[in-house]
């Protein structure tokens, strides 16, 4: 069986075709859900509970082996997450000016070098072929395929770029007794698409995402002030209130992500959100892109608190 491949399909990919079911109100078509290729084998299952306490280095093993797919919203305290997208290097430059003007949604944290699986200022192990616990892969403005390893489709000419992602002040919120509803609940966070213009370049323009998490009405002020030390991490809200001010219907029915009640006494607050360069780089079509399924991040080694997003170096003795 010389030069024959074989990808093994196992239970971890049943449950990502049920979950694909829920995609089907923002996909384009629903037939563009075409493979399920990049299955990876493995012995047991790992649960968000188990990884609690997990460190990121063990929380990107767990992912690296397939035993974990799921959402990282609380995972490794303490640690940078970060959005993904990864596309050809003759449209990086564009979409890095345009993360450039824009950078509440698109806080650039990282750049992978052509063809260089590897982020070395972010982690000294990370394959951003495997790291991540699931990836969409568009094709032409199309969502092709949902899957947890791109090793398949990976190419020379690709460049990853790394965004700082709101999961990362999420746990200076919980040591302030902010409570985030999400976490509490163990679903993603919801994020709905704005009326908000973002700031164009080259090919690259749209619309603003955002994420809710209600605060309670006395602690608004504090989760402004806290959010806004981390502007690596989308920084401070950008609205609160009626979700009509920036385009937004429903609460009940978010564009992405899990619905959170919003309770008496409390204010839904709106932070940019990492979702944005997805739908920028779908309205782009090009010929290939691949971001992280959205709460679905890459988790750093870098502290979340570090003043800048490079991993230093461990000195060595002689």
């Given at each position: 069986m010389s030069g024959t491949r074989f990808t093994?399909?196992?239970?971890?990919?049943?449950?990502?075709?049920?979950?694909?079911?829920?995609?089907i109100d923002w996909m384009p078509a629903c037939?563009?859900?075409?493979?399920?290729?990049?299955?990876?084998?493995?012995s047991r299952s790992t649960s968000h509970s188990d990884l609690i306490a997990a460190t990121a280095l063990d929380v990107r093993a767990a992912i690296r082996s397939g035993a974990y797919t799921g959402h990282t919203a609380g995972l490794a305290a303490g640690k940078l997450q970060c959005n993904l997208a990864i596309l050809p290097e003759r449209f990086a430059l564009d979409f890095l000016r345009f993360c450039q003007r824009n950078p509440?949604?698109?806080?650039?944290?990282?750049?992978g070098d052509t063809g260089e699986a590897s982020l070395p200022t972010l982690g000294r192990d990370i394959d951003i072929r495997t790291d991540v616990s699931?990836?969409?892969?568009?094709?032409?403005?199309?969502?092709?395929?949902?899957?947890?390893?791109?090793?398949?489709?990976?190419?020379?000419?690709?460049?990853?770029?790394?965004?700082?992602c709101?999961?990362?002040?999420?746990?200076?919120?919980?040591?302030?007794?902010?409570?985030v509803r999400h976490i509490e609940k163990g679903l993603n966070v919801p994020m709905y698409r704005t009326n908000i213009d973002l700031v164009p370049a080259g090919r690259f323009g749209g619309k603003m995402v955002v994420t809710m998490r209600p605060i309670p009405q006395a602690q608004?002020?504090?989760a402004y002030e806290i959010s806004r030390r981390f502007p690596q991490a989308h920084g401070a809200p950008i609205a609160k209130g009626d979700p009509a001010q920036i385009g937004i219907a429903d609460l009940s029915q978010p564009d992405w992500?899990?619905?959170?009640?919003?309770?008496?006494?409390?204010?839904?607050?709106y932070w940019a959100c990492g979702v944005t360069p997805q739908n920028v780089l779908l309205d782009a079509g090009l010929p290939i892109c691949i971001t992280h399924s959205p709460g679905h991040m890459l988790i750093a080694d870098v502290a979340e608190?570090?003043?800048?997003?490079?991993l230093k170096t461990p000195k060595t003795t002689n």
């Open positions: 093994p399909i196992n239970l971890k990919n049943l449950s990502l075709l049920i979950e694909n079911d829920n995609l037939d563009d859900f075409t493979s399920i290729r990049g299955a990876r084998m493995t509440k949604p698109c806080p650039i944290v990282g750049v699931k990836y969409r892969v568009f094709r032409n403005g199309t969502l092709s395929e949902e899957v947890t390893d791109i090793s398949d489709v990976w190419a020379d000419d690709l460049v990853t770029v790394a965004l700082g709101s999961f990362t002040f999420e746990n200076a919120l919980l040591r302030n007794d902010i409570p608004v002020a504090q992500g899990d619905a959170v009640e919003v309770r008496s006494g409390e204010v839904p607050v608190d570090a003043e800048t997003t490079i």
